[in-house]
T-cell receptor
Framework: DTAVSQTPKYLVTQMGNDKSIKCEQN?????MYWYKQDSKKFLKIMFS???????INETVPNRFSPKSPDKAHLNLHINSLELGDSAVYFC????????????FGSGTRLTVV | AQSVTQLDSQVPVFEEAPVELRCNYS??????LFWYVQYPNQGLQLLLK??????LVKGINGFEAEFNKSQTSFHLRKPSVHISDTAEYFC???????????FGTGTRLTVIP
């Protein structure tokens, strides 16, 4: 069973569209995250949720909106997509907000054309 | 503010040779340290972590790292690499009690047959 699963794995869409990426974890973890990996492989945190509560909201355009219906899910919705949004988006989860390390999903490669 | 520096963006090494991937960090408080590996088109997998205790940490796939507080380093080593070790390696730091994992820019390890 996949511990942290993201869908879709690949997403190609036109500028201006709205899209969502879904993430689910079956590890019973309390905290979930979204990270963005750019073309140079740099990973930067976007959001963090603990038990459905937003904890971290880095400097991310408000076109990006996370939604956590329960602690096992953290979805990412993106409005009015731009070329610069093209990247790989990783979902992750952790049990204790850090010390044990994160479990990452396999990523969603978003390409905006 | 904390930071993580991976000094080498690319490291080529011949098969069965030893390798060291360097990581330095800065923080005003105590930290947890991690190494993650990312194989092509995959998510990140935890290699090893330092939380406290022994400064020499052993991880999966024959990797180990040593925490050096005075030099603020956490270098990753393997005595004999295999072709399958070709991947991107990320050092990461989390301040104790914080809910954020800060990544370095990654080191591309290429094992040459």
């Amino acid at each position: 069973d996949t511990a942290v699963s993201q869908t879709p794995k690949y997403l190609v869409t036109q500028m201006g569209n709205d899209k969502s990426i879904k993430c689910e974890q079956n590890l019973g973890h309390d905290t979930m995250y979204w990270y963005k990996q750019d073309s140079k492989k740099f990973l930067k945190i976007m959001f963090s949720y603990n038990n459905k509560e937003l904890i971290i909201n880095e400097t991310v355009p408000n076109r990006f909106s996370p939604k956590s219906p329960d602690k096992a899910h953290l979805n990412l919705h993106i409005n009015s997509l731009e070329l610069g949004d093209s990247a790989v988006y990783f979902c992750a989860s952790s049990q204790d907000q850090g010390p044990s390390g994160y479990t990452f999903g396999s990523g969603t490669r978003l390409t905006v054309v | 503010a904390q930071s993580v520096t991976q000094l080498d963006s690319q490291v080529p090494v011949f098969e069965e040779a030893p390798v060291e991937l360097r990581c330095n960090y800065s923080s005003s408080v105590s930290v947890y340290l991690f190494w993650y590996v990312q194989y092509p088109n995959q998510g990140l997998q935890l290699l090893l972590k330092y939380l406290s205790g022994s400064t020499l940490v052993k991880g999966i796939n024959g990797f180990e790292a040593e925490f050096n507080k005075s030099q603020t380093s956490f270098h990753l080593r393997k005595p004999s690499v295999h072709i399958s070790d070709t991947a991107e390696y990320f050092c990461a730091v989390s301040e104790t009690g914080a809910n954020n994992l800060l990544f370095g820019t990654g080191t591309r390890l290429t094992v040459i047959p």
